[in-house]
């Protein structure tokens, strides 16, 4: 139980163009959802926390004009980088909680290469 | 604030070796605690967590971590490391958010 995916798993993309991430909880509902941006070889950083039905708390230097989250249910929240740069290539991973965060089951990662 | 600290960025060892990936976090309250693995090009796996009681909690794969809390430590521990051993692995403490450590990378030689 407690399988989150993502989708797509990777994506290549051209300056400029905007493209979607989703994560879904596919057993369960996930009343709290994560999204996290990690460079190579690098530790995971917290971009925002998405509750269901809310607008999204982003951490302190995140643009939210340029990643779009929305979380429409409880079993899915998407990631929308708009306006694409190359210095937003990077891993995505998602991850989502039952209990408000403090257990959290992550997503496979998604990775993205602006061109 | 809470922040994780992961003492080791690299952890070279041979197969059949036992290992131990430290951790230490700073926190004056109870926090809650996890370790997780991440193999390339793929997301996290949860290892083992510390939610509360017992000080020596055994997860996957042969690993188990020991709650320390007058050393605020979460060290990882496997008594025999095996070559699909090698991989990134991160410890995390949560709070009022999760928060995790630089990582470690443990690789395991033949």
């Known amino acids: 139980g407690a399988v989150v995916s993502q989708h797509p798993s990777w994506v290549i993309c051209k300056s400029g163009t905007s493209v979607k991430i989703e994560c879904r909880s596919l057993?369960?509902?996930?009343?709290?959802m994560f999204w996290y941006r990690q460079f190579p070889k690098q530790s995971l950083m917290l971009m925002a926390t998405?509750?269901?039905?809310?607008?999204?708390?982003?951490e302190q230097g995140v643009e939210k004009d340029k990643f779009l989250i929305n979380h429409a249910s409880l079993t899915l929240s998407t990631l929308t980088v708009t306006s694409a740069h190359p210095e937003d290539s990077s891993f995505y991973i998602c991850s989502a909680s039952r209990l408000a965060g403090v257990e959290q089951f992550f997503g496979p990662g998604t990775r993205l290469t602006v061109l | 604030a809470q922040s994780v600290t992961q003492l080791d960025s690299q952890v070279p060892v041979f197969e059949e070796a036992p290992v131990e990936l430290r951790c230490n976090y700073s926190s004056s309250v109870s926090v809650y605690l996890f370790w997780y693995v991440q193999y390339p090009n793929q997301g996290l796996q949860l290892l083992l967590k510390y939610l509360s009681g017992s000080t020596l909690d055994k997860g996957i794969n042969g690993f188990e971590a020991e709650f320390n809390k007058s050393q605020t430590s979460f060290h990882l521990r496997k008594p025999s490391v095996h070559i699909s051993d090698t991989a990134e692995y991160f410890c995390?403490?949560?709070?009022?958010?999760?928060?995790f450590g630089a990582g470690t990378r443990l690789t395991v030689k033949p």
């Open positions: 057993d369960f509902q996930a009343t709290t």
């Open positions: 995390a403490a949560y709070l009022n958010d999760m928060r």
């Open positions: 998405s509750n269901e039905g809310s607008k999204a708390t982003y």
